[in-house]
């Protein structure tokens, strides 16, 4: 693709980039594809290859307007597009681009304005965002249906191990994960206690994906630079015992942490650190082998259906490339998979995507729950939490953490 940036872009890092990233694209359109939203919409605008056009011509000093911004908004951020890409266009570095450059020159709506500032004072924060879920669960009979439906039940986090053992990983505590699904955080601590590994937990807070996602850059990096802070200590090359890894349990937030390196990049105070944490961040796919689970009870032998489906998170397939990990362990275990269409397409939660955007999340979740639910699983497995719970608000089955599938404690085996 030719290019003509803006001469005050041209020569500075983040210009080069764009550039670049803009050249490497061919035009072929196998991007659309792939993509949710031009498949709902049949928009050129509102898929990977038209998107691209756009931020293009923002780079170029075309004027930046609502449209634009309207277009850049319905995109997921599932990461589809650059899986299915034959030139690696690193698209979600442009599209972080042209988001930053639209939101800093196109003022929104007052009612968007006050959303997503209210969603980045809440969600990233667990004290804040606990208290709020507590008061709707309370007053959950009060609520309409379509709001109750989006409200998980109180879950439990169970007893947790103390033991000691020679693998040691940090654990990322997330922000929404411990109170929307307590049940996966138990689960993933005591499975890996399981298999002989200890799980750290030094405290941090938000990956930063939230503020990220919502063009809010500088916030996203304080996030980031918390958490570095909490877990260095534990992972820096000269602690008395580093951590062998950085286990993140949402492969959303997964996503976000293997990208510190690169978000921080800039930085000479964290840039190294940032380096270190994204070469020791792993899902919790990445650490256990099929042998590590086969020696807790055998699932199906302790009532866990064998038939089930399994729902990849785009972050875990198209974010962490760890397409088909998830999938070969509960093989390999004696679960039977059954058939999901078009298994590498979003299920349109997106982090607040499924409040920004609510309709066009409900579509998706709609045709993959069809997608899911055609073959007559007993309970649907997944591996994010943002996953778990939207497809769990209309699942006419059980939506769990694969992990809760091998936890002695977990609701799954009761």
Known sequence: MQTNLLSALRDTDAGREADRILRSCVHCGFCTATCPTYQLLGDELDGPRGRIYQIKGLLE???????????????????????????????????????????????????????????????????????????????????????????????????????RHPRRVVMLENCVEPALTPAAVGAVIRVLDAGGIEVIRPGGGCCGAISEHLAAGDEARGFMRHNIDAWWPHIAPDAAQPADAIVVTASGCGAMVKAYGHHLKDDPSYAHKAARVSALARDPAELLTAADLERLPNPVAHGVPRRIAFHPPCTLQHGQKLMGRVESLLRACGF???????????????????????????????????????????????????????????????????????????????
């Open 336 to 414: 039977e998979l059954t058939p999901v269409r078009d298994a590498h397409s979003c299920c349109g939660s997106a982090g607040t995507y499924s409040i920004l955007q609510a309709g066009l999340s409900e579509q998706l979740r709609a045709r993959k729950l069809d997608a899911l639910q055609q073959a007559g699983p007993a309970l649907i497995a997944t591996a994010n939490v943002g996953c778990q719970t939207h497809l769990a608000a209309a699942a006419a089955v059980p939506v769990v953490h694969w992990l809760e599938l091998f936890d002695p404690a977990s609701r799954v085996l009761s």
């Open 61 to 163: 000093g075309e004027a930046p307007t609502r449209t634009v911004q309207t277009h850049l908004d319905r995109c997921l951020t599932c990461l589809n597009c650059m899986t299915t890409c034959p030139s690696g266009v690193q698209y979600d570095r442009l599209l972080a681009t042209g988001r930053g450059i639209i939101e800093a020159r196109v003022r929104r709506p007052l009612v968007e304005r006050l959303l997503r500032r209210a969603l980045r004072l809440v969600v990233p924060y667990p004290r804040r965002f606990r208290a709020l879920l507590g008061l709707g669960q309370a007053m959950r009979p009060l609520l309409p249906a379509a709001l109750k439906a989006k409200l998980p039940a109180p879950g439990r986090l169970g007893p947790l191990p103390n033991r």
